[in-house]
């Protein structure tokens, strides 16, 4: 990722782009997806034979080749084939590790790009912006190639509605970018693992859906364990703090706002699939972050470009993290809605400490015992937040 002075650092472009490509394929055609009618069009992907003795009913009538699919179809539980032989769900664990892949070069390649612009002075909304445009370019791509993915069939309504959902992933995305931007990667991230907090204010008091009990008695051990993790950051500013907290409370209106916008009649099957919700979300989020990008930094844009043009660090950074953000944020959704929720809350916690762990040992940032103590009780925290109201749940007799 870094400047192009050994040989090894070509080696990094040309795995980065491999990986770029697994995401990417992976998204495009889902675990099931329509790349295999493409392969059948071309004729690599043939049907297989008829078997000698054909299925009969209880009457003794021939059963289709169909009606015998959709009835084993309908019989198999979440997971597939897989799940139904009581075997490995070899899609699924693929899918665990390129989102697992997808986020932990995501924010090491971001945040090589923000210090390749300048670091805390340099261009956070620039990049963040960019990120997000070059990611609508890969989403309106797979609209275009032939056996991709269905276009979806949305209203001006529908994009009127969807506007509010735009913004906050846009003000999310950018505000996590500012945060990396001012601190360490590892801070931020754990700053961000508190966002259950925030997610539990606003539905409490301006959704007005209630937080159980139990799960605001986990809100002091999030917020304790993240103030540990604090105490001896070597890289600590407030910037980073309150960047990494706007992006929180973005999210967490994100997600009530995302739950009011499926409820609408009919935007479901207008929108098609998770990744054309991705895609518009994505498209309206870059547009709205450019009137923020020309108000923030518009002024320096004739100066970033003549360092994109001199700095390959930067152009590289930027473009690989781009296509990792937008592929990894796919996959972890086609992911966790193939799962149950407690894999869900575990899949999460896990991708927080193996980025964080990771990515501070790629970087160099600091990993103090008091900060390694805060991180696992903030995290823990956030696991617990997730799991808790299903084990005190109490039991039927």
């Given amino acids: 990722f870094g400047n192009k002075k050994h040989h090894p650092s070509t080696m990094k472009i040309v795995s980065t782009t491999v990986l770029i490509s697994l995401c990417c394929a992976s998204s495009a055609f889902g675990l099931h997806g329509r790349a295999s009618s493409a392969l059948k069009k071309t004729g690599l992907l043939s049907s297989a034979p008829k078997p000698m003795v054909q299925p009969l009913d209880l009457r003794g009538n021939r059963i289709s080749e169909t009606a015998l699919l959709n009835s084993e179809a309908a019989e198999l539980p979440r997971g597939g084939e897989a799940a139904k032989s009581g075997g490995i769900d070899g899609g699924l664990i693929a899918y665990f590790a390129l989102w697992y892949l997808g986020n932990y070069y995501y924010n090491i390649s971001n945040k090589l790009a923000l210090n390749a612009a300048g670091g805390k002075t340099g261009f956070p909304m620039t990049i963040s912006s960019l990120q997000l445009g070059i990611g609508c370019i890969y989403g309106i791509f797979l609209w275009l190639a032939p056996d991709a993915r269905e276009k979806p069939k949305v209203t001006t309504a529908d994009i009127i509605k969807m506007l509010p959902v735009s913004f906050c992933f846009m003000g999310a995305h950018c505000a996590s970018v500012f945060a990396m931007g001012m601190g360490a990667v590892s801070f931020a991230q754990i700053v961000k693992a508190s966002e259950p907090a925030f997610a539990a204010v606003l539905s409490q008091f301006v959704y007005g859906k209630k937080v159980s009990t139990a799960k605001w008695l986990c809100l002091p051990i999030v917020i304790g364990g993240v103030v540990l993790a604090s105490v001896k950051e070597l890289d600590f500013a407030w910037s980073a703090l309150i960047s990494a ?153």
């Fill in 245 to 397: 907290c706007i992006a929180n409370m973005f999210a967490a209106v994100r997600g009530n706002e995302n739950k009011k916008l499926m409820e609408s009649e009919g935007i479901k099957d207008r929108i098609g699939s998770i990744g054309n919700q991705f895609a518009i979300t994505s498209i309206l989020g870059f547009l709205l972050s450019l009137p923020v990008l020309l108000i923030q930094e518009g002024s320096r844009l004739g100066e970033f470009v003549q360092m994109a043009k001199t700095t390959p660090a930067l152009w590289v950074n930027l473009v690989s993290s781009a296509f990792f953000f937008y592929g990894y944020n796919e996959l972890a959704t086609m992911t966790l809605k193939k799962t149950g929720a407690v894999t869900q809350s575990v899949a999460n916690t896990a991708k927080r400490v193996i980025v964080i762990v990771g990515v501070a040992v790629v970087l160099g940032e600091s990993l103090s015992p008091i900060k390694l103590i805060g991180c696992s009780i903030g995290i823990g925290g956030v696991l617990l937040y997730s799991v808790i109201d299903s084990l005190v749940k109490p039991k039927k007799a």
